[in-house]
């Protein structure tokens, strides 16, 4: 008895079947009602990153009314906001060791509580353990001229060893004056570079950073001669007139300062001009 075979027809269809009925099943992607956001920033020789949720004002009164005076935020919506730095870091002159952490905050009329919690992955602020505060600080509020719709956390004024971190929200924002120590981790770096026998040596940068922070002038009077060497530039020369003077030798720095302002007015960069003019006037 011959088995029948089954129509090409009949196959294909069956087979389109089955993988329609595999597949996964439409969904539609609504927009996130607090929008979640990464910001990252460089600061000195530190890394930081803030993981956190951006809700709007949507015609609601926000502090005093929406989030209460004195009860505990997760600064943002969703998932606490997580704030992460790769070196200890100190916020409005208290000492943050590096880590992972909630950045939580007890808003008030005159007066915020920043809160840096262990609690760095707990969802909104309702298991908030009090006993895992790593440190509580207090900061200001300044009231914004124009209302900012959509809560916001920024870095400005940065510097190598400090910036600002604004907590921004409708008509309120909450500076925290945040620095950093980067002058002992950079110094043993610049040693250790000086001491190799790599060829190619940060001279200029080494002698500038020497300079700005008042370390070691015979060194950075060394490098610079050498950076001058490699490249009789107005900026290598006005650099070697500053840390000249700062070891008293006058008459080198403005004679070396006078050689800048040559080598600066003939690339044309009146910047230069100046601050070599103002030098000279200072040690004259």
């Given at each position: 008895?011959?088995?029948?075979?089954?129509?090409?027809?009949?196959?294909?269809?069956?087979?389109?079947?089955?993988?329609?009925?595999?597949?996964?099943?439409p969904?539609?992607?609504?927009?996130?009602?607090?929008?979640?956001?990464?910001?990252?920033?460089h600061i000195g020789?530190?890394?930081?990153?803030?993981?956190?949720?951006?809700?709007?004002?949507k015609g609601?009164?926000?502090?005093?009314?929406?989030?209460?005076?004195?009860?505990?935020?997760?600064?943002?919506?969703?998932?606490?906001?997580?704030?992460?730095?790769?070196?200890?870091?100190?916020?409005?002159?208290?000492?943050v060791?590096?880590?992972?952490?909630?950045?939580?905050?007890?808003?008030?009329?005159?007066?915020w509580?920043?809160?840096?919690?262990?609690?760095?992955?707990?969802?909104?602020?309702?298991?908030?353990?009090?006993?895992?505060?790593?440190?509580?600080?207090?900061?200001?509020?300044?009231?914004?001229?124009?209302?900012?719709?959509?809560?916001?956390?920024?870095?400005?004024?940065?510097?190598?060893?400090?910036?600002?971190?604004n907590?921004?929200?409708?008509?309120?924002?909450?500076?925290?004056?945040?620095?950093?120590?980067?002058?002992?981790?950079?110094?043993?770096?610049?040693e250790?570079?000086?001491?190799?026998?790599?060829?190619?040596?940060?001279?200029?940068?080494?002698?500038?950073?020497?300079?700005?922070?008042?370390?070691?002038?015979?060194?950075?009077?060394e490098?610079?001669?050498?950076?001058?060497?490699?490249?009789?530039?107005?900026?290598?020369?006005?650099l070697?007139?500053?840390?000249q003077?700062?070891m008293?030798?006058?008459?080198?720095?403005?004679?070396?300062?006078?050689?800048?302002?040559e080598l600066?007015?003939k690339?044309?960069?009146?910047?230069?001009?100046?601050?070599?003019?103002?030098?000279?006037?200072?040690?004259?």
């Amino acid at each position: 008895m011959k088995s029948k075979q089954i129509p090409m027809w009949l196959s294909i269809a069956c087979a389109l079947a089955f993988a329609s009925s595999t597949q996964a099943a439409p969904k539609v992607d609504f927009p996130q009602p607090s929008p979640s956001c990464t910001i990252k920033q460089h600061i000195g020789l530190t890394d930081i990153e803030v993981v956190y949720s951006r809700p709007g004002v949507k015609g609601r009164d926000i502090f005093g009314a929406m989030i209460p005076y004195g009860s505990v935020w997760r600064t943002g919506a969703n998932a606490a906001t997580k704030v992460v730095f790769s070196t200890p870091v100190k916020l409005n002159g208290t000492e943050v060791p590096a880590g992972t952490y909630a950045l939580m905050t007890i808003p008030g009329k005159d007066e915020w509580t920043i809160i840096i919690n262990k609690g760095s992955e707990q969802w909104g602020a309702y298991k908030y353990d009090e006993k895992a505060d790593v440190v509580r600080i207090k900061a200001k509020p300044i009231a914004l001229q124009n209302p900012l719709e959509t809560f916001t956390i920024e870095f400005n004024d940065i510097r190598d060893d400090s910036a600002k971190m604004n907590l921004a929200w409708e008509k309120t924002m909450v500076p925290i004056e945040l620095k950093v120590d980067y002058v002992e981790k950079l110094t043993k770096q610049i040693e250790e570079v000086m001491a190799s026998n790599e060829e190619k040596k940060p001279y200029f940068q080494a002698a500038k950073f020497y300079y700005d922070h008042d370390l070691d002038v015979k060194k950075a009077k060394e490098w610079v001669d050498k950076a001058v060497a490699e490249r009789d530039a107005f900026f290598t020369n006005y650099l070697k007139a500053q840390i000249q003077a700062k070891m008293g030798d006058k008459s080198g720095a403005i004679a070396t300062a006078k050689h800048s302002m040559e080598l600066a007015t003939k690339a044309n960069d009146t910047g230069y001009v100046k601050l070599n003019e103002s030098l000279i006037s200072k040690l004259q």
